[in-house]
């Protein structure tokens, strides 16, 4: 199994659906971040959360919310979903002791459609 | 202008050849540097850290030029299992890691 897992792996949705990408690790890391990737374009961090109460915006926060339910539960939201939020999301976790100067795990993305 | 850019490539070169790529970065402040695998539709993972004084993994090597501000991959003696994307990364500050979308290497048999 996975030490990061997302569900769902793929998602097809209308737009101004409510949508939700869920994201658990085993691995035992306190920081836990949400990037997307599009084609021709760098991984852009959308938020990260270094504890459960610890949750900060990244560069393209904007449509996105996010809920650290527990350390090893970090999930995304897309309150109302737009075209161009169609893209392959990650979830990443981290050590502590090397936070954003260390190794990211990633799980195995989520593809969104939006239509 | 990007943080971090690569060229796309794609690089493609028959198994046993010798490929080398850079990617270039803008903040000279930068402290750690990274190179990312991904499988086409896979998540990206760790391949090497890139240290000042350049170093070794097997057959990859990795070249830090602060001065020129880019970073560089040689893989050699290159295999049929090397075709992927390689992200380089970038540490600029303590917030935030800035990837380059990547350059694409085929290996061919």
């Known amino acids: 199994d996975a030490d990061v897992t997302q569900t769902p792996r793929n998602r097809i949705t209308k737009t101004g659906k409510r949508i939700m990408l869920e994201c658990s690790q085993t691995k035992g890391h306190d920081r836990m971040y949400w990037y997307r990737q599009d084609p021709g374009l760098g991984l852009q961090l959308i938020y990260y959360s270094f504890d459960v109460k610890d949750i900060n915006k990244g560069e393209i926060s904007d449509g996105y919310s996010v809920s650290r339910q527990a350390q090893a539960k970090f999930s995304l939201s897309l309150e109302s979903a737009i075209p161009n939020q169609t893209a392959l999301y990650f979830c990443?976790?981290?050590?502590?002791?090397?936070?954003?100067?260390?190794?990211?795990?990633f799980g195995e993305g989520s593809r969104l459609t939006v239509l | 202008r990007k943080e971090v850019e690569q060229d796309p490539g794609p690089f493609n070169v028959p198994e046993g050849a010798t490929v080398a790529f850079n990617c270039t970065y803008s903040n000279s402040a930068s402290q750690s540097f990274f190179w990312y695998r991904q499988d086409c539709r896979k998540e990206p993972k760790l391949l090497m850290s890139?240290?000042?004084s350049g170093n070794e993994d097997g057959r990859f090597t990795a070249q830090l030029n602060r001065a020129s501000q880019y970073i560089s991959l040689l893989i050699r003696d290159s295999k049929l299992s090397d075709s992927a994307t390689y992200l380089c990364v970038v540490n600029p500050n303590d917030y935030k890691l800035s990837f380059g979308a990547g350059t694409t290497v085929t290996v061919r048999a």
């Open positions: 990443a976790t981290s050590d502590s002791g090397s936070g954003f100067a260390g190794e990211l795990f």
């Open positions: 890139v240290y000042s």
